[in-house]
């Protein structure tokens, strides 16, 4: 993580940016209190995700698909 404050973050953001970009976190400070934090942003799937990957690795029992009891369904603030 690095810490800056305002000053050095608007003279080198560029550069910052570019750290940012390579996975670190910038904070930036005002009298050396953290004010923000820049990190970068997860970039969307150029792919579909693909489907099926733990098949067969786990069975669903038939148990899952009954409804769930009364006072469970009251607890999540369920109408019967």
Known sequence: MIVVN???????????LEEVEKGEQ????????PIAEVRG???ARKEPRPIGLAAGEFEVPD???????DDVLKAFGAHS
């Open 6 to 16: 305002i000053h050095d973050a608007k003279t080198n953001l560029s550069r910052y």
């Open 26 to 33: 910038v904070v930036i400070c005002r009298r050396n209190e």
């Open 41 to 43: 942003i997860a970039q």
């Open 63 to 69: 148990e899952f698909f009954e409804p769930l009891p």
